[in-house]
């Protein structure tokens, strides 16, 4: 079943997104209220949005990196910022992004073509030793014990030390220093055989060079093309150890960019490896200082792990979800702290479409709006559209250059591929993301041409499927009409409204009077005749749609004098008033639901909520108390009478609080359990806890076992991924 367009908020859905407007780069428009959306993290108050890196999550074909690619191209335009990105999959032996980096003056710098020198003269000392010890990791990530490290060390300041080859020469036969010669050569053993995987070994050429250049530090954009590399090879992590090690200490220190960027593609790979995870680790930490944004993209955050996922999740302050599964989707939501009517929505997004939340509390649903040229550098989606046009014959004229489908001799439109990534929708076609001229409140408007009228029938052909008693196949017809129409020519178009109307007539032909009259009633508070768009247009402009027409009657003897033609506007009037009473009707039953739903929520109203869970072996207690006045929730976690309690941990709404025992007389004792006070809007509203916890076997400075659970004031308490009811006994 196709989703219906949220085409007019107060129809379709709640007003869920708040009234926060955001400064910057207009990215696209809300589904839920129509507003256009923007956004540059750096220009927005840091009491909104305290941090500015972003995480973008998605399926095969979601738009995530469509989305990614167009965000950049805007801001080095429109705000001089500076990208760096390590970019691992494209198309054709060429990366996503080489396309939009060489069009905005860029450089590609392709693995395999250039060679580096870890232990350059231009590297200071101290960034030399961190460059050979990521790539060390990155071969052999057991290999540096402390006393391997004192080895390398002694060796990096040896006169042979201008190459790698030098380097391993140092750990093989070394001088003697502090130490004899004899056992710092035995230290260094396993770090020179890592090394010598890239002197001698399958990554030879790839880091021995010895007067190999440092890439450029003042071009708009630079990306590093991994993709011919073979995706399990260990130079992919070696070189994201290298390119990362190099933004954190020569390009942060050397651009002179109001802002810059690291993109993270595939960020999968580069966040699992030892060898770059603690860097890019810290670059998160330290962004804020760095004026960095790091703008990770990957498909999901299940390949993490759960600590990985849950530290990365936390860093990142902006977040913008494409269609996954659902039960990916209740792990994102958990992690992100997402209400459930946005963990709801993420499995039915189209391409181009998702969830996003910036900073602590706004959520909204945006569909990315993209110019023809845009959608051309940011199109992946080449060899799909050579097997669909292979498929069709070659009777079929295309250009397999253009990112964009070009209109028919006969004047019918043709759907554009829009899909970034590498999958395939085989349900709904792709919306066209193309800007329109649409009016807001606040007087937004795109400044992209809208795409000209055309004459259709897809009004007439819903209109006939609910004739024919085909009800389903109209209301999925109604519904892609719209969405295409909204997405062409905006949301207050006249092309757009029209949909409510040929809506009306499909559910009254299919036995819903009551929404028909809904739909109609919200025509008539638009201001138009409810049957306007029906209307034949005057003059050369060409008739965009025409509604059912009879079949010719047979030509009157010219004898016979015409009947007098009848006044209409009267009939009109008052089908408007009724529908306008009609709509005053729905609008009274609307409210009567709402007070019906609120009083059943007060009346298993508690004020209190609690679970016993089991972590690391150890019987946890959660507690949630609310306030009288419902705006205030104090949480808590506890474990009375668990003597192999040794941490506790609890984090909500980007709230921490952590205790550890302390040894005290003949026992071990908590000074305080973990405890946090949050604001809360909705006093009927989930809220959702991760605990962690360390039993018997925890150390300092490890990280502890731990749970998602969400608490109801009504006294239930749930599993955060399983959605399993959890017990709990207040006695």
């Known amino acids: 079943m196709i989703r219906l367009p949220s085409s007019h908020a107060a129809i379709t859905a709640p007003l869920v997104a708040a009234s926060t407007t955001f400064p910057g780069i207009p990215i696209g428009r809300s589904m839920l209220d129509g507003r256009a959306f923007h956004l540059s993290p750096v220009l927005t108050p840091a009491a909104l949005l305290p941090s500015t890196n972003s995480l973008a999550l998605g399926g095969l074909g979601s738009g995530k990196s469509t989305t990614a690619k167009t965000r950049a191209r805007r801001e080095v335009l429109e705000n001089a910022h500076q990208y760096v990105v390590i970019d691992s999959f494209g198309e054709d032996a060429a990366g996503e992004w080489a396309p939009l980096t060489r069009s905005l003056g860029g450089r590609v710098i392709e693995a395999g073509s250039f060679t580096?020198?870890?232990?350059?003269?231009?590297?200071?000392?101290?960034v030399r030793e961190q460059l050979v010890r990521s790539l060390i990791l990155a071969v052999e990530p057991t290999a540096l014990t402390t006393q391997a490290g004192h080895a390398l060390q002694h060796a990096l300041s040896h006169p042979k030390a201008t190459a790698l080859n030098g380097v391993v020469d140092a750990l093989v036969s070394p001088e003697d220093g502090r130490w004899p010669a004899a056992r710092l050569a035995e230290w260094g053993e396993s770090v020179a055989i890592a090394l010598s995987r890239y002197t001698e070994g399958?990554?030879?050429g790839l880091f021995d060079g010895q007067d190999a250049?440092?890439?450029?530090?003042?071009?708009?954009?630079?990306?590093f093309d991994f993709s011919r590399l073979d995706r399990n090879s260990p130079a992919i992590p070696s070189l994201m150890a290298a390119v990362t090690c190099w933004v954190e200490h020569v390009w942060l220190r050397q651009s002179a960019a109001v802002h810059r960027h690291l993109v993270l593609e595939e960020a999968?790979?580069?966040?699992?490896?030892?060898?770059?995870?603690?860097?890019?680790?810290?670059?998160?930490?330290?962004?804020?200082?760095?004026?960095?944004?790091?703008?990770?993209?990957?498909?999901?955050?299940?390949?993490?792990?759960?600590?990985?996922?849950?530290?990365?999740?936390?860093?990142?302050?902006?977040?913008?979800?494409?269609?996954?599964?659902?039960?990916?989707?209740?792990?994102v939501g958990a992690l992100l702290g997402l209400p459930q009517w946005a963990v709801d929505t993420i499995p039915t997004l189209g391409p181009g479409q998702a969830v996003w939340k910036v900073g602590p509390a706004y959520v909204d649903v945006v569909e990315t709006v993209l110019s023809e040229e845009e959608a051309a550098l940011t199109d992946t989606s080449s060899r799909?559209?050579?097997?669909?046009?292979?498929?069709?014959?070659?009777?079929?004229?295309?250009?397999?250059?253009?990112?964009?489908?070009q209109e028919s001799a006969v004047g019918e439109p043709v759907e554009e591929d829009c899909q970034d990534d590498h999958g395939q929708d085989p349900v709904e076609p792709a919306p066209v993301e193309r800007a329109a001229h649409a009016e807001e409140d606040g007087g937004d408007e795109w400044d992209w041409e809208m795409p000209p009228n055309v004459v259709d029938t897809r009004h007439l052909d819903a209109i006939r499927a609910a004739r024919e008693g085909r009800c389903s196949e109209a209301a999925d017809l109604a519904a892609l009409g719209e969405r295409e129409d909204i997405t062409n020519h905006g949301i207050n178009s006249d092309e757009a409204i029209s949909w409510l109307a040929t809506r009306a007539q499909v559910a009254e032909l299919c036995g819903s009077p009551a929404q028909a009259a809904h739909l109609r009633a919200t025509v008539a508070r638009m201001g138009k005749d409810v049957d306007w768009?029906?209307?034949?247009?005057?003059?050369?402009?060409?008739?965009?749609?025409?509604?059912?027409?009879?079949?010719?009657?047979?030509?009157?003897d010219d004898s016979t004098p015409a009947p007098q033609r009848r006044r209409t506007w009267p009939y009109v009037a008052v089908v408007a008033a009724l529908a306008v009473t009609a709509g005053g009707v729905w609008q009274s039953a609307a409210e009567e639901d709402r007070r019906q739903e609120h009083k059943e929520k007060a009346a298993t109203y508690k004020g209190r909520s609690g679970a016993e869970v089991d972590i690391d072996g150890v019987a946890t207690d959660v507690l949630a108390s609310w306030s009288k006045d419902g705006k205030r929730v104090v949480l808590k976690v506890q474990t009375p009478g668990q003597l192999n309690a040794k941490y506790l941990r609890l984090d909500a709404a980007g709230e921490s609080a952590v205790s550890e025992r302390k040894e005290g007389q003949g026992d071990w004792w908590f000074a305080k359990y973990p405890e946090i006070a949050l604001p809360v809007e909705d006093p009927f509203a989930e809220v959702t806890v991760r605990v962690a916890v360390g039993g018997d076997t925890w150390k300092g400075g490890a990280r502890a076992a731990s749970r998602t659970i969400r608490l109801s004031p009504t006294g239930a308490a749930y599993d955060g991924e399983t959605g399993k009811r959890l017990p709990y006994n207040p006695l």
């Open 213 to 223: 250049a440092l890439p450029p530090t003042d071009l708009p954009i630079l990306s």
């Open 384 to 405: 799909r559209r050579r097997a669909q046009q292979a498929a069709a014959g070659p009777d079929v004229e295309h250009d397999v250059a253009a990112a964009d489908v």
């Open 116 to 126: 580096l020198n870890p232990v350059s003269s231009q590297f200071p000392r101290e």
């Open 268 to 331: 999968w790979q580069i966040l699992l490896s030892p060898a770059t995870a603690e860097l890019i680790q810290r670059l998160l930490k330290n962004s804020r200082k760095a004026a960095l944004s790091l703008d990770v993209v990957m498909h999901t955050l299940s390949d993490l792990g759960t600590g990985k996922a849950q530290d990365l999740a936390k860093l990142c302050e902006i977040a913008h979800v494409g269609r996954l599964g659902p039960e990916e989707a209740a792990i």
């Open 202 to 204: 399958s990554l030879r």
């Open 533 to 556: 768009y029906d209307k034949a247009t005057s003059g050369t402009t060409p008739e965009w749609y025409r509604g059912p027409q009879p079949e010719p009657p047979a030509p009157a």
